[in-house]
């Protein structure tokens, strides 16, 4: 890193994003293998998508990823897509293709889909894509924390196709208006506790363990009741 840029190097090839007075960059990012499973990921699912003609677009930190590094977000690996909801019959009809394509398909809680891969070195990719559903000229979906979110219509159509990584991949209309919803784009503090969770592991392993199980009886509580 220079006092103007900060650079890393993905697959080989240099990346360099402008340090503003808005960025910071307060650790290392996530590993390579994590990166590039991610990046191929999105690639795969875009062109499945431009092959079924279903029109979607990042959201959260998978399109902060687009804005600030023109392609896979290096601090964050959760993805996140959004479809029309009159869309999911169509995908619904790719399940056997994608499962004999080693890509796991799972409607979770009838609400949401969850599509996870192997793709680069034992790492599985996961990408969550919520349903959106349009009521005059305001569109809402819900994602997997059941929380609720809305923009206008315009703010996402009409949908383009934007750089991403060596490739372009969909993006919405009005890119700022959705990021301001859930980030302030005038401070943005980049942070990966994926390394340090790592050393953690390796220091007390039975106790992340433990905790891990914790956490899923948490999260699956409903079917022990």
Not at 5 to 12: K, P, V
Not at 29 to 51: E, G, V, W
Not at 111 to 118: G, P, Q, V
Not at 162 to 185: C, H, V, W, Y
């Amino acid at each position: 890193m220079n006092l103007n840029h900060y650079n890393y190097i993905l697959n080989g090839i240099s990346h360099k994003i402008e340090l503003k007075n808005n960025i910071k960059f307060k650790s290392e990012p996530l590993p390579q293998k994590i990166l590039l499973s991610n990046k191929y990921f999105i690639k795969i699912l875009n062109d499945l998508f431009d092959y079924l003609s279903i029109e979607y677009i990042p959201i959260k930190n998978t399109l902060l990823g687009i804005h600030i590094f023109q392609g896979v977000h290096i601090f964050e690996d959760n993805l996140e897509f959004i479809i029309e909801k009159n869309n999911f019959k169509k995908l619904l009809k790719e399940k056997s293709y994608l499962i004999e394509n080693d890509i796991l398909f799972h409607f979770v809680n009838q609400e949401y889909i969850s599509l996870r891969m192997n793709v680069f070195d034992s790492y599985f990719s996961e990408l969550n894509i919520y349903l959106f559903e349009n009521e005059n000229n305001s569109i809402h979906y819900y994602d997997k924390h059941k929380n609720k979110f809305e923009c206008n219509f315009y703010d996402i159509f009409p949908i383009h196709k934007k750089r991403f990584e060596e490739f372009e991949i969909s993006n919405p209309n009005k890119i700022n208006e959705l990021l301001n919803q859930q980030f302030n784009l005038n401070h943005i503090e980049f942070i990966c506790y994926y390394h340090d969770v790592e050393k953690l592991n390796n220091k007390y392993p039975h106790i992340i363990k433990i905790i891990i199980y914790i956490l899923f009886l948490k999260i699956h509580e409903e079917y022990f009741e």
